[in-house]
């Protein structure tokens, strides 16, 4: 099969414009959904440019006569449009009109997707036809009798897919909230999520609901169980790729792990009291079990042996910025610039990769990210429950990502790689139990992301019974094929894959990639439209494998 020609169109007229006005592009996002997967497209900023490609991914477009009238012939002609709540310039011209609902919701999707679980939507824009001249079909549905999440509208030989959903923007707000972070989150109901306590912190922006998103354990615990962001994500590739094969052609990607790596799990440490004690005992622990972790610092620190036992034994040392004032903590660029020199001095690290804020505090929206750019860190882990009763997928995700800017950014991509993390301390007499371990691992293995859990040394000396959850916790994901990693060794592999390019697939079956280093590490996968004995699953699609020749790639 031909590869199919992929464009993702940001008009850059319209997009400055609205930028000007303030108003966020999150379409924008669509780069880092591509990108994660490593997902051929070309991303063009001119409706001028349609004609050459298979599908056509419309983000943001004029909403023009002469712009209706490229979109249409494009299709006519047999392109494929796809749309993510967009198109209003089409509405009318194709005889749809708006039905009102709630900006919140959940859409079924299993009629036609691989999406077993109702997805939280954040916004979304479903049609009516009132027209009888086009043929069309609906797919799955926006609960409540909000209307279709899908139309296919047939338009002379091609097709517009259009969703009710503003899937990018979905992602987005569940990742990173809808609004910079400027007062407290909404308490749980229950009280065991008190929010509302003056301090800003990542949780204060979480977009799930106390009551229709939690679940709770066999003894009680109450978690966010549904990585709903990355399961959006898997919709949205399922369905682009689906769109190709009905073509008759391929999109193919890379996997998220290396070969022979089947799940990846985190464990952090934050540093919280700086008691030596506290560190031995959990560097005899990890050390028993073979386990490297990451070991987030705070001011003051320990004492200068315990961080050569951290370095020898292949852990990884990173910042643990405080910026809560009870803890004379300041949230401030000189802050955040001090305590990272400190440790960088303290224990004779010149690169520190990654960063936790402790008590996960975080204001605004993006000038925290750009602090961690300027003075090189990569990796952030502060996007975390810091409450008993909102542990899970707090954020829909426990993929690392690039977060995006606000408008007054252009919508860029910060970089620095986001890992959240799912919960602190289990079997802490004030926090969850161990119960929580076996679903976190289950809804990680589900989307192939990270299982990233938080232990304080200082917990595991003081509570041995956090001792035996950290101890639980590596043995029953080593039984699940997780693979324990840093937040650098992560950070390192995630930037590498996200250098390698699949150019085309060649004549013999196999793939062309651009010049790397990890080609011996990759596993790509090529979707076809039937299953055999060597296909694979991923998002659902049939995939098979390729392995690497001389940067030629052929059926393995």
Not at 26 to 44: A, C, G, N, Q, S
Not at 456 to 474: D, G, N, S, T
Request: with cysteine.
């Amino acid at each position: 099969m031909r590869m199919a020609k992929v464009g993702v169109l940001l008009d850059r007229e319209e997009t400055e414009k609205q930028w000007k006005k303030g108003e966020n592009v999150f379409d924008r996002y669509l780069e880092e959904i591509l990108d994660h997967v490593r997902l051929p497209y070309k991303k063009i900023d001119s409706i001028e440019e349609l004609d050459s490609f298979d599908l056509m991914i419309v983000a943001c477009c004029p909403n023009t006569e002469a712009a209706k009238t490229k979109i249409l012939d494009y299709v006519e002609n047999g392109g494929t449009v796809i749309s993510y709540g967009n198109l209003h310039c089409l509405k009318e011209r194709l005889g749809f009109s708006s039905h009102s609902i709630p900006a919140i919701g959940y859409a079924e999707l299993s009629s036609f997707l691989n999406q077993s679980t109702s997805l939280r939507y954040l916004h979304a824009d479903p049609w009516v036809y009132f027209g009888d001249q086009l043929e069309i079909q609906q797919f799955g549905a926006l609960l409540e009798g909000n209307g279709d999440a899908l139309l296919q509208i047939k338009y002379g030989k091609g097709t517009i897919e259009r969703w009710a959903v503003s899937i990018p923007q979905t992602i987005v707000g569940l990742q990173q909230g809808t609004a910079p972070i400027t007062e407290d989150g909404v308490p749980a109901p229950d009280g065991s999520a008190n929010l509302d306590e003056e301090i800003l912190k990542a949780d204060d922006g979480f977009m799930l609901d106390w009551d229709l998103d939690r679940t709770v354990t066999e003894t009680g615990m109450p978690y966010f169980p549904h990585p709903y962001a990355d399961l959006w994500r898997e919709a949205l590739i399922e369905h682009l790729v689906k769109c190709a094969l009905d073509k008759n052609l391929t999109l193919p990607f890379i996997d998220y792990w290396p070969a022979g790596v089947e799940h990846v799990a985190l464990i952090s440490h934050d540093s919280d009291l700086n008691v030596d004690e506290s560190a031995q005992i959990t560097l005899d622990t990890l050390k028993e079990e073979g386990v490297q972790s990451t070991w987030c610092m705070i001011v003051p620190g320990y004492n200068p042996s315990i961080y050569n036992q951290i370095k020898a034994d292949g852990h990884e040392l990173a910042l643990h910025y405080n910026a809560l004032e009870s803890d004379n903590g300041i949230w401030s660029e000189s802050a955040f610039h001090a305590q990272l020199t400190w440790l960088q001095q303290t224990v004779g690290i010149e690169q520190v990769t990654s960063n936790k804020n402790h008590y996960t505090r975080f204001e605004g929206w993006g000038e925290f990210f750009t602090w961690c750019e300027k003075y090189g860190i990569q990796a952030d882990q502060s996007r975390g429950p810091s409450k008993r009763g909102n542990i899970g997928f707090l954020f829909g995700t426990c993929q690392p990502y690039f977060p995006i800017a606000w408008a007054d950014e252009k919508n860029r991509m910060y970089d620095v790689l986001e890992i959240g993390f799912l919960t602190q301390d289990l079997n802490h007499n004030t926090l969850a139990d161990a119960t929580v371990i076996e679903p976190f691992l289950e809804g990680v293995k589900r989307v192939n992301g990270v299982a990233h859990f938080l232990f304080h040394q200082i917990h595991i000396y003081q509570q041995p019974p956090v001792r035996e959850a950290i101890i639980q916790l590596i043995r029953m994901a080593r039984q699940q094929g997780f693979s324990f990693w840093t937040s650098k060794q992560i950070n390192d592999w995630e930037r590498a894959r996200r250098q390698v390019k699949i150019i085309d697939v060649s004549e013999e079956n196999g793939v062309v990639l651009n010049e790397n280093s990890i080609d011996d590490k990759l596993v790509i996968l090529m979707p076809v439209s039937e299953e055999g004995a060597q296909t694979v699953k991923r998002f659902g699609l049939n995939c098979k494998m390729v392995s690497v020749t001389n940067h030629l790639l052929k059926e393995a």
